[in-house]
């Protein structure tokens, strides 16, 4: 019923930037909040940055200065603008987003893409 597909991640040096990007398509009545989550190897998923359905948003304090979450409803979209990024910030990022298929919301995931961060 939803597919989310990310796009946007790649290989960057130690101070770079990249855009992450996230396209909801599919069967459904609208998306309430969106989010972009992490995991590194050998450590548990966590979430990065999370924009709501008005105009909240949530950083980890790991990124905060540093990640820019946006999304367009129109669209339904959503975008990570990570810069200066840090090694730690190697993982595969994974949108999120809590779909409203019916008169129930659920939660969908996307395959996820790789950012790698080193020199």
């Known amino acids: 019923q939803v597919q989310l597909v990310e796009s946007g991640g790649g290989l960057v040096q130690p101070g770079g930037s990249l855009r992450l990007s996230c396209l909801a398509s599919g069967n459904f009545l609208s998306i309430r909040a969106m989010s972009w989550y992490r995991q590194a190897p050998g450590k548990e998923r966590e979430l990065v940055a999370r924009?709501?359905?008005?105009?909240?948003?949530f950083y980890a304090d790991s990124v905060k200065g540093r990640f820019t979450i946006s999304r367009d409803s129109a669209k339904n979209t959503v975008a990570l603008q990570m810069n200066n990024l840090e090694p730690e910030d190697t993982a595969v990022y994974y949108c999120?987003?809590?779909?409203?298929?019916?008169?129930?919301?659920?939660?969908?995931w996307g395959q996820g893409t790789q950012v790698t961060v080193s020199s």
């Open positions: 924009v709501d359905d008005g105009t909240g948003t």
């Open positions: 999120n987003a809590g779909v409203q298929v019916t008169v129930y919301v659920n939660d969908y």
